[in-house]
């Protein structure tokens, strides 16, 4: 199973019995103002993306309650902007992702994402840099490929609340993991059907 909806992830989540997931793999809004510094999609005269206000504000209580509601274990990019909102928010095993920079830069080199396991912290550089970019915080396959590889087992089913660019989602098909992924924004949606058709399309030309 891999499914994606065009649709808001707290309705979703409200229709879910408890730990219907056994992992969320989440990359909210930071609340940071990225949109600010950063476009969004091809026609805007001043960048590669048009302009949004979607990163203007994190995500509440109640989306936390939600997630932790229906998943076991969750691994939430971003959440040092919002660690007080998590429950349970004591856990050690945080993840450094080192986008490899070899000199400094204006916006952030690494990012913290925050997981509810038990074991050490870890740290991966892969570099952020990635053709065809479809969003303005997209992440690479890689990254998430590297997730499932060390915190999903076969079996698991895995949601991601704001899929993006469908990075996960991707990974998610490629380590043959059950997945859902949910994205409110119609155009983003589209292109991660887009994106996620070619590359299956590509896998079944491979075979």
């Known amino acids: 199973m891999n499914e994606s909806y065009n649709m808001d992830c707290m309705e979703y989540m409200k229709s879910l019995p408890a730990k219907a997931f056994d992992l969320a793999v989440v990359d909210p809004p930071y609340g940071i103002s990225i949109s600010n510094n950063m476009g969004r999609r091809k026609g ?6 048009k302009k949004v206000e979607w990163d203007d504000a994190p995500p509440t209580g109640k989306y936390f ?3 932790f509601r229906v998943s076991q274990n969750q691994i939430i990019f971003g959440a040092n902007y919002f660690i007080s909102l ?5 856990t050690p095993c945080w993840i450094c ?14 990012e913290l994402a925050w997981t509810s396991f038990t074991s050490p912290a870890k740290r991966v550089t892969l570099s952020s840099a990635q053709a065809g970019r479809i969003h303005p915080t997209q992440k690479p396959v890689a990254l998430y490929a590297w997730i499932f590889n060390r915190y999903a087992k076969p079996g698991d089913k895995i949601l991601d609340t704001h899929l993006g660019s469908g990075s996960s989602r991707i990974a998610a098909y490629d380590a043959g993991l059950d997945f859902v992924g949910l994205e409110i924004d119609k ?10 058709a070619e590359h299956t399309a590509q896998l079944r030309l491979a075979l």
């Open 44 to 49: 805007d005269k001043h960048s590669d993306y």
């Open 65 to 67: 309650a939600e997630l």
């Open 86 to 90: 998590i429950p349970k928010a004591d």
């Open 97 to 110: 992702w080192d986008k490899g920079f070899s000199e400094d830069v204006s916006f952030a080199s690494f």
């Open 187 to 196: 155009d983003y949606f589209d292109a991660q059907e887009k994106r996620f």
